[in-house]
Nanobody, 122 residues
Framework: QVQLVESGGGLVQPGGSLRLSCAAS????????MGWFRQAPGKEREFIVY????????YYADSVKGRFTISVDNAKNTVYLQMNSLKPEDTAVYYC???????????????WGQGTQVTVSS
């Protein structure tokens, strides 16, 4: 099993920044890639970005490309999501997830964190 714990969410004004963290523990070697997803009220879970633990492969959704940056610290088994130029439409619960594959599809991820709320509002 892999346990994932997100942190770093909160309330931020439009144009502001936040950094989310996802700390992984347990059998992390069973995951090849880590992804971030988000889900707004009444909407489906949306893929944002993934990264391999080696850091060699990343893929961003168009909605966040150029504003969000994913990174990994293998020594800490932690994945980060730096979010800049935040917009009200970025408001959602953000989840990190682990997968044995690289994928944009949530069903390909078998480990999920509990989620952290990000609210972008003035």
């Amino acid at each position: 099993q892999v346990q994932l714990v997100e942190s770093g969410g909160g309330l931020v004004q439009p144009g502001g920044s936040l950094r989310l963290s996802c700390a992984a523990s347990g059998r992390t070697f069973s995951t090849y890639a880590m992804g971030w997803f988000r889900q707004a009220p009444g909407k489906e879970r949306e893929f944002i970005v993934y990264i391999t633990w080696s850091g060699s492969s990343t893929y961003y959704a168009d909605s966040v490309k150029g504003r969000f940056t994913i990174s990994v610290d293998n020594a800490k088994n932690t994945v980060y999501l730096q979010m800049n130029s935040l917009k009200p439409e970025d408001t959602a619960v953000y989840y990190c997830a682990g997968s044995p594959y690289i994928s944009t599809r949530p069903e390909r991820y078998n480990y999920w964190g509990q989620g952290t709320q990000v609210t972008v509002s003035s």
